[in-house]
């Protein structure tokens, strides 16, 4: 009995050599803003308080995260 994994049966290839794909573009993920489904549909989803600048990074909130009492404490 032979005794392979998945991987090593079914998505090995015989002269297969892997490489790294180039970009078009070198990217620094901790200076640029991500782009994820709510950065590029902001402007289709109801209720969302309106983007001034869309390059601009997504800033947190404590306001979410505050108690209502701590809330109410600030006006």
């Known amino acids: 009995t ?3 994994s998945t991987t090593q049966r079914d998505f090995c290839a015989q002269g297969f050599v ?3 794909l180039r970009t078009a573009k070198d ?3 901790k200076t640029e803003q991500a782009i994820t489904f709510w950065s590029q549909n902001y402007q289709k989803v109801q209720g969302v ?3 001034r600048n869309p390059n601009a990074p997504f800033k ?3 306001l979410f995260s ?3 009492s701590e809330q109410l404490d600030d006006f």
């Open 18 to 20: 892997p490489c790294r």
């Open 60 to 62: 947190k909130s404590t």
């Open 2 to 4: 032979e005794f392979l």
């Open 27 to 29: 990217r620094d993920y």
């Open 66 to 68: 505050k108690p209502i």
């Open 49 to 51: 308080t309106p983007i």
